[in-house]
């Protein structure tokens, strides 16, 4: 029998994994790829935050994974992964019930003879009470969407109303997430304001950003904290540094001190974990984040046939230094890099490769405002340039699923695009 590769998870680095794997060995049919995602679509994580501003119009951006496998000679099949037997080699799909047909599909099992486990990461509220009641994730498509669609509707009725007092919106988690977020939440007000005719709209916006430690993007130099920190300030937005909130109710947010932040929208960035129904999942290794230990070939450390990458693997960094690779979308892209190689010397019968962090750099935008970026060792850029490299960052991603000349002509396409469709989705 043709050998089974499974790939659950179509992310940034999951997608990207099964259309190289689909050329490299489904083409010539030395092994069958599949593809199992909870959702029928893909977009890029990090495009996440542009679409709860109304920026980015999901429904034009994602690629549907059965078209992509039709190109890409792989196999999709849309399930939940709920469960592992690794005796029998197979995972099980949750069991669910269709929204629409009330259609009940019973729990299924699929089985594999490698498998590589992609699913991501979700937010990490600590346990801290209140804030999965009161606050939204964003995590996903349907999440954005619920945080655009939470904003317009309150904005509908504050005109319908005539009400003109500040919408208050708090942003915990002064990472990128958290702080993108913000920019793109109030540059997308200005376009609003432009759309209404009304003079520049940032009077009814009132965002605060809130971070535990002293400053915001601790993983980036100083100087780069210290430049984003004062451009959310010109732009308006509250930045609050050394404040942990301790929980939320209805009304909002609480700091250590119980002091309430007053807040109409919550959200929550400040900080991601595996899934769940990882941990310890058939006696899997997993750490306190539920991620599962890889070894630098990225092999479960329990099970050289469960292979793990992304935000959902502990692996370390290698090369000497200390610590796990970090949660970032070029670290699943590298992984993915790698585990093309190795899924091919396995089936080669020869030794695996290590896997090594290798760190390209960080940009942060803040929409059409400014962008700053680390580069080339501790090169600081910012401008236009750190916009262009960030806006080249999803190009590259891109052209790892659909190749240079149709990135080429996506971009040509996007262009055209821009001068047809309104800034920002209302509706
Ligand atoms: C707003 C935002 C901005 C970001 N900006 C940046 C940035 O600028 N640069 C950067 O490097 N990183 C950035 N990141 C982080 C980056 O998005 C992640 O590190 C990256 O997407 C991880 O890739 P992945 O393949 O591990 O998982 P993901 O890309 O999250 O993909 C996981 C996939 O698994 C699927 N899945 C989940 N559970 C299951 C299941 N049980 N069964 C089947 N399928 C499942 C999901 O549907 C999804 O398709 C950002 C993240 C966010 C949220």
């Not at 050329?23 to 679409?51: F, Q």
């Not at 699929?110 to 009161?134: C, K, M, Q, R, W």
């Not at 109710?249 to 007053?262: E, M, Q, R, T, V």
């Not at 262009?415 to 047809?420: C, L, V």
Request: one cysteine or more; hydrophobic letters at 40%.
């Amino acid at each position: 029998m043709m050998h089974r590769i499974v790939i659950v998870g179509g992310g940034a680095g999951g997608l990207e994994l099964a259309t190289r794997l689909g050329h490299a060995l489904g083409k010539p049919g030395r092994a069958s790829v599949t593809l199992v995602d909870g959702n029928l679509t893909h977009i890029w994580k990090p495009l996440l935050h542009e679409v709860a501003a109304g920026v980015l119009d999901a429904a034009t951006e994602e690629l549907s994974y059965a078209a992509q496998a039709r190109w890409n000679h792989f196999r999709f099949v849309a399930g939940r992964m709920a469960g592992l037997d690794r005796a029998r080699r197979v995972i099980r799909l949750a069991a669910w019930r269709g929204e629409h047909s009330g259609v009940q599909t019973p729990a299924v099992e699929l089985g594999y003879d490698t498998l590589v486990i992609a699913v991501g990461s979700i937010g990490n509220d600590f346990g801290t009470p209140g804030i999965a009641e009161h606050c939204i994730f964003l995590d996903s498509v349907a999440q954005a969407e619920d945080l655009r669609q939470n904003m317009l509707e309150r904005h509908i009725s504050r005109v319908a109303q005539g009400i003109d007092t500040a919408l208050r919106i708090a942003v915990v988690g002064g990472g990128a997430t958290g702080v993108e977020l913000c920019a793109e939440l109030l540059d997308a007000n200005r376009t609003l304001a432009h759309y209404q005719s009304r003079k520049e709209g940032l009077e009814h916006l009132d965002i605060t950003l809130l971070e535990a430690g002293p400053r915001l993007l601790p993983a980036l130099p100083e100087r780069i904290s210290r430049g984003v920190r004062e451009n959310l300030q010109q732009m308006g937005i509250t930045v609050r540094t050394a404040t942990a909130v301790k929980h939320a109710d209805a009304s909002g947010l609480y700091d250590a001190g119980g002091k309430l932040l007053p807040s109409d929208v919550m959200v929550w960035a400040a900080g991601v974990r595996a899934p769940a129904f990882l941990r310890e999942i058939d006696g899997l290794e997993t750490n306190r984040n539920d991620q599962l230990a890889v070894l630098p070939t990225l092999q479960t450390t329990r099970d050289p046939d469960v292979f793990a990458l992304g935000d959902c693997a502990a692996c370390p960094r290698g090369g000497g230094a200390s610590g796990n690779v970090p949660a970032l979308a070029q670290a699943a892209h590298q992984q993915a890099t790698l585990l093309v190689g190795n899924l091919r010397r396995r089936l080669d019968g020869k030794p695996l490769q290590d896997y090594r962090f290798q760190d390209r750099g960080t940009l942060i935008s803040l929409a059409s405002y400014n962008a700053f970026g680390k580069l080339f060792g501790n090169r600081v850029i910012e401008g236009r340039l750190a916009h262009f490299f960030y806006a080249s960052l999803y190009r590259m991603h891109q052209s790892a699923l659909y190749g240079p000349w149709r990135t080429s002509r996506k971009l040509l396409g996007d262009a055209i695009a821009r001068n047809t469709r309104p800034l920002l989705k209302l509706h």
